[in-house]
């Protein structure tokens, strides 16, 4: 086992840390490149991979939330409008790297290979969170605010501890940012050059609460700074900007470089759950101008423009969603069998006898139930 040490100020510059006054982009919203963006362009291949998990992740996200207005899932956080970030942080994730969800992640989690109907489990109300965190090397979904920060930093730093080569990725809204549990992950992360990824989607709003009542600040990457930390400010919608972007910092982190503060500017076009009415505090008008910087047609209008897309092509991964869809439908239109000695199986891993005496009186009530 290693002993560390607080890292040493690598710089007395606080400019170093600074984001850019604009967000980071490699495509514009008609999909043609920027120039001078600041950002490495992702190859061809990536660039495809990111337009067909865009695709399948959209719609599962669509299926997802009718499942919920059929009452297949209690409740379902559509991550729709935010797909650059869901797929393009994941995908720039090695095999070795963990991610940490929110409860938003679904299409992330979906992206980095759980099954569909594993990652739902949690929100049809099944036990645990549904899959198996180390087999994936995903996380359980997060529901309460920024506690996945805290964990992913752990993981990250007991990681370097003893000599993994581990970068963690965890997501984060722009309300988990007021958080405190954020505070104590970005500082800890950078006094011990933690190899973390932390990753702010800002759509704008927690719940019905803008971005102007929770920051004063210039920009949520521009905290970074206070942290010792370095932080970039990019364009949420754009698929490339975001593979590049956190490609970059999980290079740093593993090169022993230590945490990056990525904000992500983004919208969410749906409601913040099926229990929100997002018209009592934002208008259409400001969806409409958020669906004309979609992230889908950019990066499609961008693939097909140099001929890497053709309608061909595009319609075979239409058909391949609606399939995928169509199978989790099926799936999830089966009744889960519930064993009520779950509530007890995995709770310690040597039962308590206060704990098996609850579950003993039970089966005897659930016996007489049955006799009855």
Same mark, same amino acid.
């Given at each position: @086992?290693?002993?560390?040490?607080?890292?040493?100020?690598?710089?007395?510059?606080?400019?170093?840390?600074?984001?850019?006054?604009?967000?980071?982009?490699?495509?514009? *919203?008609?999909?043609?490149?920027? $120039?001078?963006?600041?950002?490495?362009?992702?190859?061809? =291949?990536?660039?495809?991979?990111?337009?067909?998990?865009?695709?399948?992740?959209?719609?599962?996200?669509?299926?997802?939330? $009718?499942?919920?207005?059929?009452?297949?899932?209690?409740?379902?956080?559509?991550?729709?409008?935010?797909?650059?970030?869901?797929?393009?942080?994941?995908?720039?994730?090695?095999?070795? =790297?963990?991610?940490?969800?929110?409860?938003?992640?679904? @299409?992330?989690?979906?992206?980095?290979?759980?099954?569909? /109907?594993?990652?739902?489990?949690?929100?049809?109300?099944?036990?645990?969170?549904?899959?198996?965190?180390?087999?994936?090397?995903?996380?359980?979904?997060?529901?309460?605010? *920024?506690?996945?920060?805290?964990?992913?930093?752990?993981?990250?730093?007991?990681?370097?501890?003893?000599?993994?080569?581990?970068?963690?990725?965890?997501?984060?809204?722009?309300?988990?940012?007021?958080?405190?549990?954020?505070?104590?992950?970005?500082?800890?992360?950078?006094?011990?050059?933690?190899?973390?990824?932390?990753?702010?989607?800002?759509?704008?709003?927690?719940?019905?609460?803008?971005?102007?009542?929770?920051?004063?600040?210039?920009?949520?990457?521009?905290?970074?700074?206070?942290?010792? @930390?370095?932080?970039?400010?990019?364009?949420?919608?754009?698929?490339?900007?975001?593979?590049? $972007? /956190?490609?970059?910092?999980?290079? $740093?982190?593993?090169?022993?470089?230590?945490?990056?503060?990525?904000?992500?500017?983004?919208?969410?076009?749906?409601?913040?759950?099926?229990?929100?009415?997002?018209?009592?505090?934002?208008?259409?008008?400001?969806?409409?101008?958020?669906?004309?910087?979609?992230?889908?047609?950019?990066?499609?209008?961008?693939?097909?423009?140099?001929?890497?897309?053709?309608?061909?092509?595009?319609?075979?991964?239409?058909?391949?969603?609606?399939?995928?869809?169509?199978?989790?439908? #099926?799936?999830?239109?089966?009744?889960?069998?519930?064993?009520?000695?779950?509530?007890?199986?995995?709770?310690?891993?040597? #039962?308590?006898?206060?704990?098996? #005496?609850?579950?003993?009186?039970?089966?005897?009530?659930?016996?007489?139930?049955?006799?009855?």
């Amino acid at each position: @086992m290693v002993t560390l040490a607080p890292a040493a100020p690598t710089s007395t510059n606080p400019q170093r840390f600074l984001p850019t006054e604009t967000p980071l982009a490699l495509l514009d *919203a008609g999909g043609h490149v920027v $120039a001078d963006a600041g950002l490495v362009m992702p190859s061809d =291949d990536i660039l495809l991979a990111l337009h067909r998990k865009i695709v399948l992740g959209r719609r599962f996200d669509s299926q997802a939330t $009718a499942l919920t207005k059929q009452g297949r899932l209690a409740v379902y956080p559509s991550a729709r409008g935010q797909e650059a970030g869901e797929i393009g942080a994941v995908v720039a994730l090695r095999p070795q =790297d963990w991610l940490f969800p929110t409860y938003r992640d679904s @299409m992330a989690v979906v992206a980095r290979g759980v099954d569909p /109907v594993e990652v739902l489990a949690l929100l049809r109300g099944d036990w645990h969170c549904g899959y198996d965190p180390y087999g994936y090397r995903v996380a359980p979904q997060c529901t309460p605010l *920024a506690t996945n920060a805290l964990h992913a930093v752990g993981l990250a730093h007991a990681a370097r501890i003893k000599g993994e080569d581990t970068v963690a990725l965890v997501m984060l809204g722009d309300g988990a940012t007021s958080e405190g549990d954020t505070h104590e992950a970005l500082n800890f992360a950078a006094v011990w050059k933690s190899p973390v990824v932390f990753f702010v989607q800002n759509n704008g709003y927690a719940i019905s609460v803008p971005l102007s009542k929770q920051s004063a600040a210039p920009s949520l990457a521009h905290k970074g700074v206070g942290y010792g @930390m370095p932080s970039m400010l990019i364009d949420g919608n754009d698929p490339a900007a975001v593979y590049a $972007a /956190v490609a970059q910092a999980v290079a $740093a982190a593993a090169a022993g470089e230590g945490p990056t503060l990525i904000e992500a500017i983004t919208y969410r076009i749906e409601a913040h759950t099926n229990a929100d009415d997002a018209t009592r505090y934002r208008d259409r008008g400001e969806v409409e101008s958020w669906l004309a910087r979609d992230p889908l047609t950019r990066l499609r209008q961008h693939l097909t423009g140099r001929g890497l897309l053709d309608e061909a092509a595009i319609a075979a991964l239409d058909a391949e969603a609606e399939t995928e869809a169509a199978a989790l439908r #099926q799936r999830m239109n089966v009744d889960t069998v519930q064993d009520p000695a779950e509530l007890f199986r995995y709770v310690y891993a040597e #039962q308590t006898p206060a704990l098996g #005496q609850q579950q003993q009186e039970l089966a005897r009530e659930l016996a007489e139930s049955e006799d009855q």
